[in-house]
Antibody, heavy 117, light 108 residues
Framework: QVQLQQWGPGLLKPSETLSLTCTVY????????WTWIRQAPEKGLEWIGE???????SYNPSLKSRVTISGDTSKSQFSLRLTALTAADTAVYYC???????????WGQGTLLIVSS | SSELTQDPAVSVALGQTVRITCQGD??????PTWYQQKPRQAPVLVIY???NRPSGIPDRFSGSSSGNAASLTITGAQAEDEADYYC???????????FGGGTKLTVL
């Protein structure tokens, strides 16, 4: 049974940079795409971006200038970096495993990020 | 198109059937996936593709699509189905992912 475990800071100041890492346990890193999704308080889900097992990366156009997603297959990890944080980036951040044509079938536990001075 | 539209809230009597809808131009090209999210939990995939349920999802959940609209149907809603439901698909260009705004389902 695959498990995704994520970790990162819970509180950052405006203008700082968020770094989150998600580790995949109990499943292959190959053949999937690895995604970051966030959810602001009392709001809906927002796709941030993803890295495919091939190494192809895509980003939400609205965040593209501030986001970097990378992967380390040797460690079964993928990471999110989001720069120039503002209060609008306050959200729960999820990592998730996507299977082509089948949606995101495994999710991390979520990390609440609060951006506040 | 860059938008998927869902009704903000729907209610259903216990044991009755409810349909949660999603509209968007991208649905003419792509089947949506549907996610259930309960408070303080990560979303759970309930329907993908034309009408497929992951292992462990009850068969009272089903999906359908026609034109620019898609529906998630719960036949015989249970109290534990009370949750937020999100539709999701590629955008029309196929370059990125969209989510609907979510529908809050109340089981009365």
């Amino acid at each position: 049974q695959v498990q995704l475990q994520q970790w990162g800071p819970g509180l950052l100041k405006p203008s700082e940079t968020l770094s989150l890492t998600c580790t995949v346990y109990g499943g292959s890193f190959s053949g999937y795409y690895w995604t970051w999704i966030r959810q602001a308080p009392e709001k809906g889900l927002e796709w941030i971006g993803e890295i495919a097992h091939s190494g192809d990366i895509s980003y939400n156009p609205s965040l593209k200038s501030r986001v970097t997603i990378s992967g380390d297959t040797s460690k079964s990890q993928f990471s999110l970096r989001l720069t120039a944080l503002t209060a609008a980036d306050t959200a729960v951040y999820y990592c998730a495993r996507g299977h082509y044509g089948s949606g995101w079938d495994a999710w991390g536990q979520g990390t609440l990020l609060i951006v506040s001075s | 198109s860059s938008e998927l539209t869902q009704d903000p809230a729907v209610s259903v009597a216990l044991g009755q059937t409810v349909r949660i809808t999603c509209q968007g131009d991208s649905l003419r090209t792509y089947f949506p996936t549907w996610y259930q999210q309960k408070p303080r939990q990560a979303p759970v995939l309930v329907i993908y593709g034309e009408n497929n349920r992951p292992s462990g999802i009850p068969d009272r959940f089903s999906g359908s699509s026609s034109g620019n609209a898609a529906s998630l149907t719960i036949t015989g809603a249970q109290a534990e189905d009370e949750a937020d439901y999100y539709c999701n698909s590629r955008d029309s260009s196929g370059n990125y992912w969209l989510f609907g705004g979510g529908t809050k389902l109340t089981v009365l």
